[in-house]
Nanobody, 123 residues
Framework: QVQLVESGGGLVQAGGSLRLSCAASGGTCSRFAMAWFRQAPGKERENVATISGSSISTTYVDSVKGRFTISRDNAKNTVYLQMNSLKHEDTAVYSC????????????????WGQGTQVTVSS
């Protein structure tokens, strides 16, 4: 079974940056398409970004385009989300997920999930 563990969340001021990491174990990371989702209180879970197993193809939700970058290092079995120019509206619990198809933005299509890491942006 694949296990995913997120890290890197925290409290930052608006305009600041954070880099989230998702470490995978129990499987070969390169086999999977991976994604970052976020969920704010009272809101539905939203896909933020996806990346193919080959790491050459990515997608982003419109609200983060130009600010967030998803990447992966298959040798380290790790996926990253670099978040720049953070806004208060980015505040949410961010989770990584792994699945068999790309691109997929619906959470029900992802088989493996991490526990989530809190990102809070103050203003």
């Amino acid at each position: 079974q694949v296990q995913l563990v997120e890290s890197g969340g925290g409290l930052v001021q608006a305009g600041g940056s954070l880099r989230l990491s998702c470490a995978a174990s129990g499987g070969t990371c390169s086999r999977f398409a991976m994604a970052w989702f976020r969920q704010a209180p009272g809101k539905e879970r939203e896909n933020v970004a996806t990346i193919s197993g080959s790491s050459i193809s990515t997608t982003y939700v419109d609200s983060v385009k130009g600010r967030f970058t998803i990447s992966r290092d298959n040798a380290k079995n790790t996926v990253y989300l670099q978040m720049n120019s953070l806004k208060h509206e980015d505040t949410a619990v961010y989770s990584c997920a792994a699945g068999n198809l790309w691109p997929v933005t619906t959470p029900t299509e992802y088989r493996y999930w991490g526990q989530g890491t809190q990102v809070t942006v103050s203003s």
